[in-house]
């Protein structure tokens, strides 16, 4: 059986947050997230993030998030500005589009986009004579990590702030890994600085110790008008939303949701540095919870006889950009016989 | 502290569900449905429908089951056919029509829709010489159970059957109460019947059960095509597949799906014969889990002390219809008390 | 050969703007409807509505223009309202679904719906515990004259307004039939009234006197901004837009629009009085250009030898409703053939 | 007063059509395109494709024809392959994307994409394990002329259908200026085998002698079902249908069409030539109505000053690429001074 590398959502959830689960679980409560588990999760969060007004809501899922989101904020002829390796534009199946709106991909820089990017796009746009031919820029996703497993700088996101302001569109961030990327080395930003600068966020949950569930956060007041009516008419709103409140409650109770991130990216490291040491160079400069070696096909072979990884990039004839993933649920062990796997390649 | 009747959704999982749950935990499995546990759950399922050729998947509610199934069958101008009571015509904040497709809502009798209402619309729409601007008439949509908590019997649904080939449109059942439906008395259908009957129908787990998911089961060749991209795009896809797949083998491995349901269908007798004996007047002709009698006021002031209910429809200046549902997870002593409580009133 | 009266789109356009087209014809322009023919008519019909703040853009259908407006107005979760005979209800082939959104039909009285109905639907919508599961109603739609023929008085169309303004959503008049609902006998409104009452309206130029062309009038800033994009985006931006600015030209410079107007209603005013004549019980109480008479099979088929006329309803085993459409271009010589062959019933 | 070459609709309709409108202009016949002008206009191109059984509808635009074929064609998960200059990637305001479907965009050569690279992107596209949370390409599009006023050869559109056949996706060609097209020098194909090797094309009205109107020609059997109502759904269906079929008419009877186009194309090449023999470099290598050169600004602005025309892209400090268009309506005497006035420069 081999040990599995390729993505974070192997495993079911936390043990801390299954216990809860169990507790919990003949409980009496309303339906729809409407319940006190999720009032006391949304507190949380809200005190996590130095945001007492902030709107938070619990979806299923990260997809759902998304198009949910970006669905409530654009009018019909907008478009959303996002990396070209944006999860929206290449891993959704065009949830996006199928809302009606145009993904505005850019090019990305290490999967950043900058604010001088956003800046020129939209400069663009209105000074175009015929720009109502063309789909208007209206919000700005980023994720946070990026899919390149890099991170965004306190002064590159206030950036890309400041330039949404300048154009009047919100700044929303996809935090699907979120918490691998505020507890990675080198990292300078905070919950609180996303709330700030942020026009909406969400807290995944499902990469980061739950079984499913991302935590919404919505700092702009027109944002936050009747946006439960979106989750409910896009799919998102769990009868049972009580267990999305549980599981967050569990994450951010005692800051159990930083310290699992930290073991996923302490254990991310130490696959780095043995592949480092190995001479192997790396496709992209992440700092979290996901690497990507370039291998040859042999030292893939090798590799690939006892840990799982994916695919990711073709490099040259004899080479491939892999990814191995870390989590939460990353057992140590497992990392200390892939390390001692790679010193033998 | 109340006891909570007003809806079938007001607790966890049934233990059984949760100790496999826990049980799997920590195993590391592929994501997005494609792992074991879903391909044993799916290949329950299509044993339990005698349909061995069937595709199965499991989505996560049913509001997303419904539309994600609407938006694969039909073409940009068709609409669905459905009772004006119908869950998707009502209570689904315009989920179907957020996809782009009218909800043709018919007059229903008892919940119920028949195969000459359908013949009905269908040949009115292609004997008008102005069909092509007016929406086709596209699939149907029914419950089982219905939305008053009635039931299709065989003929019934056969004549259904029979009315959507005479059209060439397929016919699609919402079951997210299947279980109390198929154990109801009175009840002469199965899960056979449907999967020859229908086009697709799903059996509810979140209601019957599971903390949450719904298995899809269609029949139709040209509808299974490409399903999956469906369920991605529409948000459906949940990142850890397995645990729908986990909760469905739970529940059809050895019958617990049945059995539970009886258990909810059994107390609802309780409540509704003890309802009756007092001489109330029932609002529908429920057999199943949801009853549904008309109460004074001061009958219903007497109940709220201890008992939630839901509001349903108005009566009269001084009677109220409301909804008592029971559940897998009703204890018989919170029902002894409720029918103690009727009698005393 | 037939002398047809089954609907109001039977010819060409008025010999005024056939003249006016013909002249222009070589005339360069830029297009899109940015042109000074364009501008020109927006300012007489400015004019025409006392209304030098409206916004007016220029349309080819009616269909488009009903789908672009509600398309742009609504949030996706809205709905809107409208009389079930409403022709966006019943002969759009469902495009303000394919928009997204759902019609919320209301039964109407000869066509119509009262303020106190809109107020109805939005009370008990934001009553309802479970409001977030149900669309949200977000404007109002209504015709001018009405699909059977009649007309709004201006109480009725103030309570509207009024209605509207207490939910805050906005009021919007498919006037397809402006000109024949302006100069009907007994009607009080004027087209300042409506740009005073309605947040949009559009003054139809397809069956009074145009090729083709409808003119949006918007009241409404939030509703004016951007709204090119959406006319662009639905496919509404016609290329040489300055035939839709030469043809409202010519219908509004010289009062033109309302001249032909009167002459419909005075040919339609003939054929009802032909009919009461004969004892024959008009279907709806329409004071416009369509009139439409319950007749025997019998006299239909007498009738049909020399006239058309469009099928309606079905009355009883011997009768049905139908239509009897006059136009500006009807000529008086076919009516006084069509009121000899009623008196010759 | 300036001579305007900045587009190719800037007049009217060529007198032919006009005479033909005011000869029919009190016609008295059925709407929606149901009359015998748009059987007989259907039956003309019919006859010019060689295509007895394709399916010929009229529209009135070309963003309108896009968008609703490409509706038609595509499951909600599938998108449209298509040069990234492609028309609906750029300039329709998002018109596919609002109907449900990403564009994916291809580098292009020259505005043109080739046969491999539709195999490549679907190859790419089954080949990839997550494919289901890819958007499927669905079909290409393709415009004749494109964007660069370059054409394909009957060779590339052969290939482009044998990869569209090897992979089951339909090919569409955005005939805006096919007229242009089809009468350049250089060009091998003809409307037959346009109407051989794609599944639907449009022949473009607007920029070629009409008011406005498309002619849709669709071959493909699974394409003709019910696409009057996609017509109507999406604004598209004139109530005064006859104008396009009269049009059509005009421009199919005698050849009108060709002839007209071969005008305007050999104004293009007066244009061109006079730039060329100045030593003048050409942006794009276009042998159609529409040439784009590149000049400085100073030749730019002694030009401006009695000439419009087009910006497209910024070359260097100094230099811009522009867009001269000429068309059926193009006057050799402007052409005369405009030669004359690049000789000069």
Partial sequence: MKMLFHCDYLEGAHPAIMQKMMQTNMEQTVGYGEDEHCAHAAELI??????????VHFLVGGTQTNFTVIAAA?????????????????????????CGHKVLALPDNDGKISGDQVRCACA??????????????????ISFPTENGTLYTKAELEDLHNACREYDIPLYVDGARMGYGLTAEGNDLTLADFAQLCDAFYIGGTKVGALFGEALVITNDKLKKDFRYMIKQQGGMLAKGRLLGIQFEALFEDGLYF??????????????????AKGVKMFFASTTNQQFPVLSH????????????????????????????????????????????????
Same sequence: chains 1, 2, 3, 4.
């Fill in 124 to 141: 663009a746009h209105w000074a175009d004579e015929t720009h109502e031919h063309i789909v208007q820029p209206g919000m700005v996703y």
């Fill in 259 to 276: 310290e699992i991130s930290r073991h996923a990216n302490a254990q991310a490291y130490r696959i780095r540095d043995a592949l480092l």
């Fill in 46 to 55: 809200r005190t996590a993030c130095n945001a007492p007004d902030a709107a």
């Fill in 298 to 345: 042999a030292q893939l072979e090798k590799l690939g006889e006892n840990f799982s990884y994916s695919p990711w990039a073709h490099v040259d004839a004899d080479h491939e950009a892999v990814r191995f993933c870390t989590s939460w649920a990353t057992m140590t062990e497992y990392v200390d016989l892939l390390v001692e796997a790679i010193a033998n390649l």
């Fill in 74 to 98: 654009l009018r019909p002829f907008q478009g959303v500005l996002c990396a070209q390796t944006g999860h929206i534009n290449v891993h959704e199946t065009g949830a996006v589009e199928a």
